[in-house]
């Protein structure tokens, strides 16, 4: 009996270690993003409730340390600027694995069970005006960014913006 039992337990370790590897993820599912055009992501009925000002502007690159992908910028009705982009490259464990000196993650509260983080830069948390960068765990290797310009007092803070932003396009994504 007492071997059936190491076996079993071997085996449930084995296949632990075989997930832990290969990258599992407690998302509710995969949402790929090789072909999601990021303009698409937020439903123009959408726009005037993120207080949109201008149609979104579709940018050929994402904004960042080697991410490939395509962005979109958005000119909300206050001021700066909202870049929702699909990065193909790098999930978000490039944030949470502590290979980035210069940032770190920050875990948010879930949107529709995908895993958020925001990125904080130097030693201190970012003021409610300062520039605020989300990624949202979508798929093994990708992400979905969302990045939202520093702003004004009279304004709504940068995160909270970069939040309402994110369960938007999630929702187009999941479905």
């Known amino acids: 009996m007492s071997a059936r039992l190491v076996r079993f337990i071997t085996a449930i370790l084995v296949l632990f270690a075989l997930a832990t590897a290969c990258g599992s993820s407690d998302r509710p599912r995969e949402l790929s993003l090789d072909d999601v055009r990021p303009c698409d992501l937020i439903p123009r ?12 502007q579709p940018v050929s690159v ?5 991410e490939e992908g395509t962005s979109c910028q958005y000119s909300p009705k ?11 490259n790098h999930g978000i464990d490039r944030w949470t694995n502590g290979s980035m000196a210069s940032s770190r993650a920050v875990d948010l509260p879930r949107v529709r069970g995908y ?12 003021g409610p005006h300062e520039s605020c960068t989300t990624y949202v765990d979508v798929a093994s290797g990708q992400s979905l960014k969302v990045h939202v310009s520093e702003n ?6 940068t995160c909270e913006t970069a939040r309402r932003f994110t369960r938007s396009a999630i929702r187009s994504l999941a479905g």
């Open 62 to 66: 994402v904004e960042g340390s080697d």
């Open 115 to 126: 895993r958020v983080i925001r990125l904080e830069y130097g030693e201190s948390a970012s």
């Open 45 to 56: 009925t959408k726009l005037r409730d993120l207080q949109v000002k201008a149609p979104p």
């Open 152 to 157: 004004s007092t009279d304004d709504p803070p």
């Open 78 to 88: 206050y001021g700066g600027t909202v870049t929702v982009a699909v990065v193909t």
